[in-house]
């Protein structure tokens, strides 16, 4: 018995949107002809953005030397495009820290999680280099908001979900969508869509467990690999798993191989405790 | 009193009180050590087979690798009186992503790792929950050494 769809929807007014400075700020960081200043004036005008920003940048992920005490220093010492992506974590972070029931997600895990994926995706669009590495930490960061709102759905049917997984051999994706109709990945991007996120954001997060049917296949094989690279190495992971599948389409279209993720995930290691820091759990 | 190892990490407790747990095992592989005549404790956390990958690191974090991180988490119990032979040994994780037979399987990579050393070592495994594409927590009390492990979408259990 699948569940009435457009009552899973209509939850999707429960959470808060993306504050518009957020977007504006993601739009200037894309535009080659928006400068550093301009930047600023967005964010500096915000007050619990750039509190959250100073704490961020002066967490031990970064491991400054030197107390970051002003935006003006952040961007010195960090560079554009992390203090982009900080103010991003900052605005993100609000629908991500309850709990989540029905994925056995305690207050949170899933921010950790969602965390920790934008940030190896970013180290890997970073090495790829080509593409537009604030859409694909973006991307990473918000992948899984679509659990937000299924989460109580789940929790309804996990035992049946679980049965299919267990049982089956369905990945907990197609679990979600032959039990509940809806996937968290179907639902992610409704999402994006009702706070207007681009195209392209829409199409990762959509795409994040099947990055070969994504347009943008390059970006979201990005986001799909940090996000099976955080699932193996377990970081606020819940009663999913591992069941997603492996594409080894990613490997071939990012040109990773085993080697490059073994250091990826051994670097990821190394920073693991000063993430905590870092999200200011 | 709960000492979590994180990931990469290692702890040794005497400590009746003491319960060691480390949390969300995907590919990565926990080992629970327990001597039950010393009531001695241990907890490896590791992510990846072979420190070749890169010396380095795994001088900085030995933890992080199971050939550079198995040998130390026995000879710290040693330390605090453990002795092999009597060793409760308690493996868990090594789960692998859907499909992912051939392909970058950490999982399967590093419980073979894992068996190799015990097996040079002559290492009895008392218990073992690995594979499969569920996450894992194992929690070890170190005064009566009794040992849980949740598995992701299963539930709780006493090993």
């Known amino acids: 018995m699948k569940k009435d769809i457009g009552a899973i929807i209509g939850q999707i007014d429960t959470l808060r949107p993306i504050p518009q400075v957020a977007h504006k700020i993601m739009a200037a960081a894309k535009d080659p002809q928006s400068s550093m200043a301009a930047i600023s004036d967005l964010i500096q005008y915000d007050q619990s953005l750039t509190a959250n920003l100073l704490r961020a940048a002066n967490s031990a992920y970064f491991g400054l030397s030197k107390k970051v005490e002003s935006l003006h220093q952040a961007v010195v010492y960090l560079g554009t495009d992390k203090v982009v992506d900080l103010v991003l ?24 999680y969602s965390v920790s994926s934008a940030l ?36 309804d049917s ?3 979900i679980n049965f299919l997984v267990s049982n089956h051999e369905f990945s907990f994706r197609e679990a979600e969508k032959a039990v509940i109709g809806i996937d968290h990945a179907e ?95 | 009193m709960n000492i979590t190892v ?19 095992l995907g590919s ?27 010396p380095d690191k795994a001088k900085v974090k030995p933890y992080m690798f199971a050939d550079s991180g198995i040998a130390p988490l026995f000879l710290e119990a040693y330390k605090l009186g453990a002795k092999k032979q009597r060793m ?22 590093n419980h073979m790792a894992m068996r190799k050393i015990f097996w040079k070592n002559k290492v009895m495994v008392s218990h073992e929950d690995v594979g499969g594409n569920v996450n894992r927590t194992i929690k070890l009390s170190v005064g009566d050494g009794s040992c849980r492990l949740k598995v992701s979408g299963k539930g709780e259990y006493e090993v």
């Not at chain 1, 974590?89 to 950790?112: C, H, I, P, T, V």
């Not at chain 1, 193996?232 to 997603?244: E, H, K």
């Open chain 1, 120 to 155: 190896i995706a970013r180290d890997l669009a970073e090495v790829t280099g080509g593409c537009d590495v604030h859409t694909v930490f973006t991307s990473g960061l918000l992948k899984d908001i679509g659990k937000v709102v299924l989460s109580q759905f789940v929790a």
């Open chain 2, 88 to 109: 409760k040994v308690i493996v868990a994780g090594g789960a692998q992503i859907l499909d992912q037979q051939g392909f970058f399987n950490i999982g399967k990579r």
């Open chain 2, 6 to 24: 994180g990931v990469a990490d290692m702890k040794v407790s005497k400590d009746p009180n003491a319960v060691l747990v480390t949390y969300s």
């Open chain 1, 89 to 112: 974590l900052g605005a993100s972070s609000e629908n991500f820290s309850m709990g989540q029931k029905g994925y056995d997600l305690e207050g949170g895990d899933l921010w950790r």
């Open chain 1, 187 to 281: 639902l992610g991007a409704l999402i994006a869509k009702k706070w207007k996120f681009s195209d392209r954001m829409i199409d990762l997060i959509r795409h994040h467990h099947a990055p070969m049917e994504a347009e943008s296949e390059m970006e979201a094989s990005l986001v799909y690999l940090a996000d099976i690279l955080c699932m193996m190495i377990g970081i606020g992971v819940g009663s999913d798993g591992l069941a997603y599948r492996f594409h080894k389409e990613a490997l071939e279209k990012t040109g990773f191989d085993d080697k490059d993720l073994q250091s990826i995930i051994a670097g990821f290691g190394e920073k693991i405790s000063h993430v905590e820091e870092l999200i200011g759990t």
């Open chain 2, 28 to 54: 990565c592989i926990g080992i629970a050590i327990y001597d039950p005549v010393v009531k001695v404790g241990g907890l490896l956390h590791y992510m990846l087979p072979d420190s070749s990958l890169d």
């Open chain 1, 158 to 160: 996990s035992e049946k």
